[in-house]
C-alpha cells in the first residue's frame, strides 16, 4: 500500500477534525464523494479509498446530501421509461388467486 502525505496548516487540521488522524478522514472521504460523484471512482472503491464499508459510505454522502450518482434529466426519462417497459413485461395482468 502507498502512504501520502502533505503539510497543513494547524488551523485547517482543526477546522476539519481536531486531530490530524480526523482531518486525514474527512480529507479522505472528501476526496472519495468528489471523485465518485464526477463518475472519476466507483461508489465502491471510493468507499475503500474513504475506509468504510459501502453502507457507511453511502450513509455519509446521504448524511451530507451528496449525490453519488448524477443523472440529467433526460437520462432519468430513460430509466424511468426503460423501467416501466421492463415493469410491464414482468407483471401479469391478474395476478394468480385473485380476480
Keep these: 500500500m502507498v502512504a501520502i502525505s502533505f503539510e497543513m496548516p494547524d488551523d485547517l487540521v482543526q477546522a476539519l477534525g481536531a ?8 480529507i479522505r472521504l472528501a476526496a472519495a464523494m468528489h471523485w465518485c460523484r464526477h463518475g472519476e471512482m466507483s461508489t465502491s472503491k471510493a468507499a475503500r479509498l474513504a475506509e468504510l464499508t ?3 459510505f453511502l450513509e455519509a454522502a446521504a448524511r451530507r446530501k451528496v449525490e453519488l450518482f448524477p443523472l440529467d434529466i433526460e437520462e432519468l426519462k430513460e430509466e424511468v421509461a426503460r423501467g416501466l417497459a421492463a415493469g410491464s ?6 395476478p394468480p388467486g385473485e380476480g
Excluded: F, I, K, L
Design 19 to 26: 486531530t490530524p488522524e480526523g482531518a486525514a478522514r474527512e
Design 54 to 56: 459501502y453502507a457507511d
Design 89 to 94: 413485461q414482468h407483471v401479469p395482468p391478474d
